[in-house]
């Protein structure tokens, strides 16, 4: 088992750049996260996919941030433009089932940092 | 919306001590998980509990839920420097799955 596996580890860009964000899930796993963890606001859910289908993108912070699941082995978080503001981890995580009643897996991590 | 809390943020012990925390939420749950995330590490799943006033142990880590389903408590016997790091509870409810904000344990050798 692989894990869920991310990239870039690391992405440094300028202000109104677009950054993209790559997740390979679980295989098997039909749900897939998308969050954000910062010093201040702690572990924030941007985006639920169950079944490759958008459930919840209440968490996603404006209309420059946008994801996409187009099969069950891969997804994109896109920002675009990017802001100083945007600087954070970006963890993909999936899971096999609900998420509320069902362990979730995450992968190691995006450290974006916009300058 | 529902809200998981976890206070205070940060808790340091001496190597040996005993540690607890708590995580209370604002509506009853049905389920609760804890993760660990090491520094500069991601979060990693320890353990869920489903059942009102169930008690779990892994070695010297034991979780509890309460008996109205609305907080937890994860304590630590004989703290170690490798419990370093952040813990964070996961309250479940209608499908949702919401974060505390975490509490960083720092352990003093």
């Known amino acids: 088992d692989a894990g869920v596996i991310q990239s870039p580890r690391h992405e440094v860009t300028e202000m109104g750049q677009e950054v993209t964000l790559r997740c390979k899930p679980i295989?098997?796993?039909?749900?897939l996260f998308w969050y954000r963890q910062t010093m201040m606001r702690g572990l924030e859910l941007l985006i639920y996919?169950?079944?490759?289908?958008?459930?919840?993108d209440s968490g996603m912070p404006e209309d420059r941030f946008s994801a996409k699941m187009p099969n069950a082995s891969f997804s994109t978080l896109k920002i675009q433009p990017s802001e100083p503001r945007d600087s954070a981890v970006y963890f993909c995580?999936?899971?096999?089932?609900?998420?509320?009643?069902?362990?979730?897996?995450f992968g190691n991590g995006t450290r974006l940092t916009v300058t | 919306g529902q809200q998981v809390m976890q206070i205070p943020q940060y808790q340091h012990v001496q190597e040996g001590e005993d540690f607890t925390t708590y995580c209370n939420s604002s509506?009853?749950?049905?389920?609760i998980q804890w993760y660990k995330q090491r520094p500069g590490g991601h979060p990693v799943f320890l353990i869920q509990l489903v059942k009102s006033g169930e008690v779990k142990k892994q070695k010297r880590l034991t979780f509890q839920f309460g008996e109205a389903k609305k907080n937890s408590s994860l304590h630590i016997t004989a703290t170690q420097t490798t419990d370093v790091g952040t813990y964070f509870c996961a309250g479940g409810a209608n499908s949702k799955l919401t974060f505390g904000k975490g509490i960083t344990l720092s352990v003093r050798p």
């Open positions: 995580a999936s899971t096999l089932g609900l998420p509320n009643n069902s362990p979730l897996h």
């Open positions: 996919f169950n079944n490759n289908v958008p459930i919840d």
């Open positions: 509506t009853t749950l049905s389920n």
């Open positions: 295989s098997g796993h039909n749900s």
